[in-house]
Protein backbone atom coordinates (compact mmCIF):
# COMPACT_ATOMS: atom_id res chain seq x y z
CA UNK A 1 0.00 0.00 0.00
CA UNK A 2 1.14 3.35 -0.92
CA UNK A 3 1.30 6.15 1.85
CA UNK A 4 -1.53 8.18 0.72
CA UNK A 5 -3.57 4.74 0.89
CA UNK A 6 -2.47 4.42 4.43
CA UNK A 7 -3.07 8.04 5.67
CA UNK A 8 -6.76 7.71 4.14
CA UNK A 9 -7.02 4.24 6.62
CA UNK A 10 -5.29 5.98 9.64
CA UNK A 11 -7.13 9.09 9.57
CA UNK A 12 -10.51 7.84 9.12
CA UNK A 13 -9.96 5.50 12.27
CA UNK A 14 -8.20 7.59 14.35
CA UNK A 15 -11.26 10.16 13.54
CA UNK A 16 -13.76 7.45 15.47
CA UNK A 17 -11.62 7.39 18.22
CA UNK A 18 -10.84 10.35 18.88
CA UNK A 19 -14.35 10.82 19.65
CA UNK A 20 -15.94 10.28 23.63
CA UNK A 21 -16.65 6.35 23.91
CA UNK A 22 -16.01 6.62 19.71
CA UNK A 23 -14.37 3.15 19.95
CA UNK A 24 -16.66 1.77 21.91
CA UNK A 25 -19.47 2.81 19.38
CA UNK A 26 -17.58 1.52 16.64
CA UNK A 27 -17.28 -1.95 18.26
CA UNK A 28 -21.07 -2.42 18.97
CA UNK A 29 -21.56 -1.12 15.54
CA UNK A 30 -19.52 -3.35 13.90
CA UNK A 31 -20.75 -6.35 15.68
CA UNK A 32 -24.68 -5.41 15.55
CA UNK A 33 -23.99 -5.00 11.47
CA UNK A 34 -22.10 -8.09 11.66
CA UNK A 35 -24.84 -10.64 13.36
CA UNK A 36 -27.89 -8.71 11.73
CA UNK A 37 -26.35 -8.99 8.14
CA UNK A 38 -24.08 -12.58 8.80
CA UNK A 39 -26.85 -14.38 11.50
CA UNK A 40 -24.30 -17.33 10.41
CA UNK A 41 -21.14 -15.87 12.44
CA UNK A 42 -22.85 -15.15 15.96
CA UNK A 43 -22.34 -18.49 16.87
CA UNK A 44 -18.20 -18.10 16.56
CA UNK A 45 -19.05 -15.75 19.49
CA UNK A 46 -19.65 -16.09 23.10
CA UNK A 47 -22.60 -14.76 24.60
CA UNK A 48 -20.82 -12.03 26.63
CA UNK A 49 -19.39 -9.62 24.08
CA UNK A 50 -17.89 -7.07 26.53
CA UNK A 51 -14.24 -8.50 26.32
CA UNK A 52 -14.21 -8.90 22.69
CA UNK A 53 -15.74 -5.44 21.52
CA UNK A 54 -12.18 -4.50 23.31
CA UNK A 55 -10.05 -6.77 21.51
CA UNK A 56 -11.10 -5.62 18.62
CA UNK A 57 -10.69 -2.09 18.62
CA UNK A 58 -6.82 -2.75 19.90
CA UNK A 59 -6.32 -5.40 17.43
CA UNK A 60 -7.65 -3.32 14.46
CA UNK A 61 -5.27 0.00 16.01
CA UNK A 62 -2.34 -2.49 16.55
CA UNK A 63 -2.63 -3.79 12.97
CA UNK A 64 -3.07 0.49 11.48
CA UNK A 65 -0.42 1.19 13.18
CA UNK A 66 2.16 -0.86 11.60
CA UNK A 67 0.75 -0.94 8.19
CA UNK A 68 4.21 0.89 6.31
CA UNK A 69 5.87 -2.21 8.69
CA UNK A 70 5.23 -5.02 6.45
CA UNK A 71 8.18 -7.02 9.00
CA UNK A 72 6.20 -6.58 11.59
CA UNK A 73 2.34 -6.76 10.49
CA UNK A 74 3.01 -9.44 8.57
CA UNK A 75 4.11 -12.04 10.95
CA UNK A 76 1.48 -11.06 13.19
CA UNK A 77 -1.17 -11.58 10.59
CA UNK A 78 0.50 -14.96 9.78
CA UNK A 79 0.45 -16.16 13.60
CA UNK A 80 -3.47 -14.65 13.94
CA UNK A 81 -4.77 -16.58 10.42
CA UNK A 82 -3.22 -19.72 12.37
CA UNK A 83 -4.83 -19.29 15.10
CA UNK A 84 -8.67 -18.13 13.41
CA UNK A 85 -8.58 -21.79 12.55
CA UNK A 86 -9.47 -23.16 16.07
CA UNK A 87 -13.36 -21.73 15.09
CA UNK A 88 -13.42 -22.94 11.88
CA UNK A 89 -13.36 -19.47 10.32
CA UNK A 90 -13.59 -19.63 6.06
CA UNK A 91 -12.70 -17.26 3.49
CA UNK A 92 -16.22 -16.28 3.37
CA UNK A 93 -15.87 -15.26 7.08
CA UNK A 94 -13.48 -12.46 6.04
CA UNK A 95 -15.55 -10.65 3.54
CA UNK A 96 -18.76 -10.57 6.18
CA UNK A 97 -16.11 -8.69 8.85
CA UNK A 98 -14.66 -6.52 6.08
CA UNK A 99 -17.75 -5.61 5.08
CA UNK A 100 -19.31 -4.89 8.14
CA UNK A 101 -16.29 -3.22 9.78
CA UNK A 102 -16.41 -0.63 6.48
CA UNK A 103 -19.92 -0.18 7.16
CA UNK A 104 -19.52 -0.01 10.56
CA UNK A 105 -16.76 3.01 10.00
CA UNK A 106 -18.87 5.01 7.81
CA UNK A 107 -21.71 5.07 10.24
CA UNK A 108 -19.12 6.47 12.67
CA UNK A 109 -17.72 9.42 10.81
CA UNK A 110 -19.98 10.23 8.06
CA UNK A 111 -21.08 10.29 4.04
CA UNK A 112 -18.90 13.32 3.88
CA UNK A 113 -15.88 12.27 5.59
CA UNK A 114 -16.65 8.63 3.67
CA UNK A 115 -15.41 9.42 0.29
CA UNK A 116 -15.07 6.90 -2.61
CA UNK A 117 -11.05 7.73 -2.37
CA UNK A 118 -11.48 6.57 1.49
CA UNK A 119 -13.75 3.43 0.51
CA UNK A 120 -11.12 2.25 -1.79
CA UNK A 121 -8.26 2.50 0.56
CA UNK A 122 -10.13 0.43 3.07
CA UNK A 123 -10.98 -1.69 0.83
CA UNK A 124 -7.14 -2.30 -0.14
CA UNK A 125 -6.17 -2.41 3.19
CA UNK A 126 -8.79 -4.94 4.75
CA UNK A 127 -8.12 -7.12 1.84
CA UNK A 128 -4.21 -7.25 2.08
CA UNK A 129 -4.97 -8.12 6.07
CA UNK A 130 -7.36 -10.90 5.08
CA UNK A 131 -5.14 -12.52 2.36
CA UNK A 132 -2.06 -12.55 4.52
CA UNK A 133 -4.59 -14.54 7.22
CA UNK A 134 -6.18 -16.46 5.08
CA UNK A 135 -2.57 -17.65 3.53
CA UNK A 136 -1.02 -18.31 6.50
CA UNK A 137 -4.15 -20.71 7.60
CA UNK A 138 -3.80 -22.32 4.29
CA UNK A 139 -0.89 -23.74 4.03
CA UNK A 140 -0.46 -24.33 8.00
CA UNK A 141 -0.50 -28.58 8.31
CA UNK A 142 -0.47 -28.27 12.30
CA UNK A 143 -4.06 -28.78 13.93
CA UNK A 144 -6.65 -26.08 14.56
CA UNK A 145 -7.05 -26.47 17.63
CA UNK A 146 -5.20 -29.33 20.27
CA UNK A 147 -7.24 -30.95 22.77
CA UNK A 148 -4.96 -30.55 26.50
CA UNK A 149 -5.71 -32.85 29.51
CA UNK A 150 -5.74 -31.06 33.22
CA UNK A 151 -3.07 -33.28 35.24
CA UNK A 152 -2.58 -30.80 38.37
CA UNK A 153 -3.90 -28.04 39.93
CA UNK A 154 -2.23 -26.17 42.41
CA UNK A 155 -3.55 -22.82 44.36
CA UNK A 156 -0.33 -20.84 45.17
CA UNK A 157 -2.10 -17.97 46.79
CA UNK A 158 -6.18 -17.63 46.86
CA UNK A 159 -6.34 -15.99 43.77
CA UNK A 160 -3.44 -17.51 41.72
CA UNK A 161 -3.48 -21.15 40.50
CA UNK A 162 -0.88 -23.26 38.85
CA UNK A 163 -2.26 -25.72 36.24
CA UNK A 164 -0.47 -28.41 34.27
CA UNK A 165 -1.95 -30.05 30.89
CA UNK A 166 -1.24 -33.02 29.00
CA UNK A 167 -1.37 -32.69 25.31
CA UNK A 168 -3.10 -35.20 22.89
CA UNK A 169 -0.41 -34.53 20.40
CA UNK A 170 2.57 -32.68 21.60
CA UNK A 171 2.78 -28.88 20.57
CA UNK A 172 5.95 -26.89 18.95
CA UNK A 173 6.17 -23.46 20.43
CA UNK A 174 8.71 -20.79 20.99
CA UNK A 175 9.51 -20.42 24.65
CA UNK A 176 8.24 -16.62 25.06
CA UNK A 177 4.88 -17.34 23.12
CA UNK A 178 1.80 -17.36 24.30
CA UNK A 179 -1.63 -19.93 23.68
CA UNK A 180 -5.06 -19.51 23.07
CA UNK A 181 -7.19 -21.45 25.86
CA UNK A 182 -10.63 -22.68 25.95
CA UNK A 183 -11.97 -23.87 29.33
CA UNK A 184 -15.28 -26.52 29.91
CA UNK A 185 -16.86 -24.28 32.10
CA UNK A 186 -16.56 -21.01 29.31
CA UNK A 187 -17.15 -22.44 25.90
CA UNK A 188 -16.10 -19.84 22.92
CA UNK A 189 -14.44 -17.48 25.69
CA UNK A 190 -10.74 -17.71 24.27
CA UNK A 191 -8.17 -16.72 27.05
CA UNK A 192 -4.53 -15.75 25.67
CA UNK A 193 -1.95 -17.64 28.65
CA UNK A 194 1.74 -18.02 28.31
CA UNK A 195 3.23 -21.49 29.03
CA UNK A 196 5.72 -21.19 32.48
CA UNK A 197 8.09 -23.96 30.64
CA UNK A 198 9.47 -24.72 26.79
CA UNK A 199 8.08 -27.09 24.02
CA UNK A 200 8.90 -30.39 25.07
CA UNK A 201 8.12 -34.04 23.08
CA UNK A 202 5.91 -35.20 26.18
CA UNK A 203 3.53 -32.35 25.25
CA UNK A 204 3.31 -31.22 28.79
CA UNK A 205 2.63 -27.90 29.63
CA UNK A 206 2.29 -25.66 32.55
CA UNK A 207 0.34 -22.21 33.01
CA UNK A 208 -0.22 -19.88 35.54
CA UNK A 209 -3.25 -18.06 36.13
CA UNK A 210 -4.33 -15.02 38.17
CA UNK A 211 -7.82 -14.34 38.82
CA UNK A 212 -9.03 -11.14 37.42
CA UNK A 213 -11.49 -9.65 39.34
CA UNK A 214 -14.46 -9.05 37.17
CA UNK A 215 -13.03 -11.18 34.76
CA UNK A 216 -15.31 -14.45 32.92
CA UNK A 217 -12.54 -16.61 32.40
CA UNK A 218 -9.23 -16.64 34.83
CA UNK A 219 -12.01 -16.65 37.87
CA UNK A 220 -13.62 -19.85 36.42
CA UNK A 221 -10.23 -21.67 36.13
CA UNK A 222 -8.70 -20.74 39.38
CA UNK A 223 -11.67 -21.56 41.15
CA UNK A 224 -13.34 -24.70 39.46
CA UNK A 225 -10.54 -26.29 37.63
CA UNK A 226 -10.39 -30.00 38.28
CA UNK A 227 -7.66 -32.91 37.79
CA UNK A 228 -9.41 -34.87 34.44
CA UNK A 229 -10.80 -31.44 32.45
CA UNK A 230 -10.51 -31.33 28.87
CA UNK A 231 -9.13 -28.09 27.43
CA UNK A 232 -8.90 -26.75 24.14
CA UNK A 233 -5.69 -24.94 22.43
CA UNK A 234 -5.23 -22.72 19.86
CA UNK A 235 -2.24 -22.44 17.81
CA UNK A 236 0.89 -20.43 19.34
CA UNK A 237 1.10 -16.70 19.35
CA UNK A 238 3.96 -14.00 20.16
CA UNK A 239 7.37 -13.24 19.01
CA UNK A 240 9.21 -12.74 22.45
CA UNK A 241 12.31 -14.83 22.67
CA UNK A 242 16.15 -15.13 22.44
CA UNK A 243 17.70 -16.09 19.20
CA UNK A 244 20.34 -18.77 19.33
CA UNK A 245 23.96 -17.45 19.25
CA UNK A 246 22.90 -13.77 20.42
CA UNK A 247 25.88 -11.54 21.30
CA UNK A 248 23.57 -9.25 23.19
CA UNK A 249 22.86 -9.17 27.06
CA UNK A 250 19.74 -9.30 27.86
CA UNK A 251 17.70 -7.37 30.48
CA UNK A 252 13.66 -8.79 31.64
CA UNK A 253 11.03 -7.74 33.47
CA UNK A 254 8.20 -9.30 34.61
CA UNK A 255 5.42 -8.82 37.28
CA UNK A 256 2.52 -11.46 38.59
CA UNK A 257 2.07 -14.53 36.33
CA UNK A 258 4.10 -12.36 33.50
CA UNK A 259 7.15 -14.46 34.94
CA UNK A 260 5.42 -17.42 32.96
CA UNK A 261 7.15 -16.63 29.42
CA UNK A 262 10.12 -15.66 30.65
CA UNK A 263 10.72 -18.29 32.98
CA UNK A 264 10.04 -20.91 29.84
CA UNK A 265 12.69 -18.67 27.72
CA UNK A 266 15.44 -18.94 30.55
CA UNK A 267 14.45 -22.60 31.01
CA UNK A 268 15.41 -23.01 27.32
CA UNK A 269 18.63 -21.27 27.59
CA UNK A 270 19.97 -23.19 29.85
CA UNK A 271 19.65 -26.30 27.53
CA UNK A 272 21.92 -24.59 25.48
CA UNK A 273 26.07 -24.25 25.70
CA UNK A 274 26.69 -20.68 25.48
CA UNK A 275 24.41 -17.56 26.61
CA UNK A 276 24.53 -13.99 26.97
CA UNK A 277 24.04 -12.44 30.61
CA UNK A 278 20.47 -11.78 31.87
CA UNK A 279 19.34 -9.67 33.95
CA UNK A 280 15.84 -10.88 35.32
CA UNK A 281 13.69 -8.21 37.65
CA UNK A 282 10.63 -10.12 39.03
CA UNK A 283 7.69 -7.66 40.56
CA UNK A 284 4.73 -8.15 42.73
CA UNK A 285 2.70 -5.98 44.73
CA UNK A 286 3.72 -8.32 47.81
CA UNK A 287 6.72 -10.44 49.04
CA UNK A 288 4.07 -13.20 48.70
CA UNK A 289 3.07 -12.27 44.95
CA UNK A 290 7.26 -13.18 44.17
CA UNK A 291 5.40 -17.13 43.82
CA UNK A 292 7.79 -18.99 41.75
CA UNK A 293 11.30 -17.71 43.39
CA UNK A 294 12.25 -21.21 44.31
CA UNK A 295 12.54 -22.26 40.63
CA UNK A 296 13.85 -18.94 39.88
CA UNK A 297 16.76 -19.39 42.76
CA UNK A 298 17.34 -22.77 41.25
CA UNK A 299 17.76 -21.51 38.06
CA UNK A 300 20.30 -18.69 38.78
CA UNK A 301 22.20 -20.96 40.79
CA UNK A 302 22.77 -23.52 37.83
CA UNK A 303 23.38 -21.20 35.58
CA UNK A 304 25.77 -17.78 36.24
CA UNK A 305 24.99 -16.14 32.95
CA UNK A 306 21.43 -15.40 34.96
CA UNK A 307 20.72 -12.63 37.65
CA UNK A 308 17.65 -12.35 39.56
CA UNK A 309 16.37 -9.45 41.13
CA UNK A 310 13.03 -9.31 42.89
CA UNK A 311 10.98 -6.35 44.01
CA UNK A 312 7.46 -5.55 46.15
CA UNK A 313 6.27 -2.71 45.50
CA UNK A 314 5.30 -3.15 49.72
CA UNK A 315 7.46 -4.27 52.30
CA UNK A 316 4.53 -6.75 54.00
CA UNK A 317 2.33 -9.23 52.66
CA UNK A 318 -1.08 -8.19 52.85
CA UNK A 319 -3.79 -8.52 55.08
CA UNK A 320 -5.24 -11.47 53.88
CA UNK A 321 -2.21 -13.92 53.45
CA UNK A 322 -1.88 -16.65 56.20
CA UNK A 323 1.90 -16.48 57.13
CA UNK A 324 2.80 -19.35 59.36
CA UNK A 325 5.13 -17.33 61.58
CA UNK A 326 8.34 -19.63 60.49
CA UNK A 327 11.57 -17.83 59.47
CA UNK A 328 11.83 -16.97 56.12
CA UNK A 329 14.93 -19.13 54.34
CA UNK A 330 16.89 -16.97 52.10
CA UNK A 331 17.13 -18.59 48.86
CA UNK A 332 20.38 -19.01 47.22
CA UNK A 333 21.65 -17.04 43.44
CA UNK A 334 19.00 -14.44 44.06
CA UNK A 335 19.68 -10.51 44.28
CA UNK A 336 18.19 -8.78 47.51
CA UNK A 337 15.25 -7.92 47.33
CA UNK A 338 14.34 -4.18 46.26
CA UNK A 339 11.02 -1.89 47.08
CA UNK A 340 8.98 0.19 45.29
CA UNK A 341 7.48 0.24 41.59
CA UNK A 342 9.31 -2.13 39.33
CA UNK A 343 9.82 0.34 36.32
CA UNK A 344 10.94 3.08 38.30
CA UNK A 345 13.89 0.46 40.51
CA UNK A 346 14.83 -0.90 37.03
CA UNK A 347 14.99 2.16 35.21
CA UNK A 348 17.47 4.07 38.55
CA UNK A 349 20.39 1.17 36.99
CA UNK A 350 20.36 3.31 34.19
CA UNK A 351 19.86 3.35 30.13
CA UNK A 352 20.79 -0.82 30.20
CA UNK A 353 21.84 0.58 26.26
CA UNK A 354 23.65 -2.91 26.06
CA UNK A 355 20.53 -4.94 26.66
CA UNK A 356 17.87 -6.59 24.43
CA UNK A 357 14.69 -5.61 26.60
CA UNK A 358 11.94 -7.68 27.22
CA UNK A 359 8.50 -6.69 29.44
CA UNK A 360 5.77 -8.88 30.22
CA UNK A 361 2.94 -7.77 32.81
CA UNK A 362 -0.69 -5.95 32.58
CA UNK A 363 -0.71 -3.20 29.84
CA UNK A 364 -0.16 -0.48 32.46
CA UNK A 365 2.83 -2.62 34.00
CA UNK A 366 4.20 -2.65 30.32
CA UNK A 367 3.50 1.21 29.15
CA UNK A 368 4.76 2.11 32.63
CA UNK A 369 8.01 0.63 32.45
CA UNK A 370 8.29 1.16 28.89
CA UNK A 371 8.19 5.16 29.41
CA UNK A 372 10.84 4.87 32.62
CA UNK A 373 12.88 3.16 30.56
CA UNK A 374 12.66 4.92 27.52
CA UNK A 375 13.71 8.34 29.58
CA UNK A 376 16.28 6.86 31.43
CA UNK A 377 17.65 6.54 27.84
CA UNK A 378 16.91 3.03 26.82
CA UNK A 379 16.30 2.81 23.02
CA UNK A 380 12.74 2.21 22.10
CA UNK A 381 13.73 -0.30 19.21
CA UNK A 382 15.41 -2.18 21.91
CA UNK A 383 11.89 -3.22 23.99
CA UNK A 384 9.78 -5.78 22.90
CA UNK A 385 6.75 -7.11 24.15
CA UNK A 386 3.22 -8.97 22.94
CA UNK A 387 0.34 -6.35 21.58
CA UNK A 388 -1.32 -5.12 24.62
CA UNK A 389 -4.68 -6.70 24.09
Partial sequence: MDSRTVALIRTTF???????????TLARSFYSILFTDYPGVRDFFPAAMDAQ????????????????EPDKLLPFLAQLGRDHRKYGVQPAHYVAV????????????????????????WDEGLANISGAMIGAADKETSPAAWTATVVECREVLRNLSIVRVQLEHPMEYAAGQYISVQVPSRPRMWRYLSPANPANSNGEIEFHIRSVLGGWVSPAIVS?????????LGAPLGGLGVPRNTKRKMLMIGCGTGIAPLRAQIMAMAQRRVNPKVHLFVGGHHPCDLYDLQVLSQLAVANKWLT???VTEHEENPWWYYDSGEPQVELPGLEPRMTGQIGKVVAAFGPWADRDVQIVG??????????????????AKSIRHDPLF
Fill in 53 to 68: RDRLVHAISYALDRLE
Fill in 308 to 310: VTP
Fill in 224 to 232: HTTVGDQWL
Fill in 362 to 379: SPSMVQTTKFRLMAAGTQ
Fill in 14 to 24: KAVAAEEGGSE
Fill in 98 to 121: ANSLKSAIRGCVGDEMWTDEVAAA
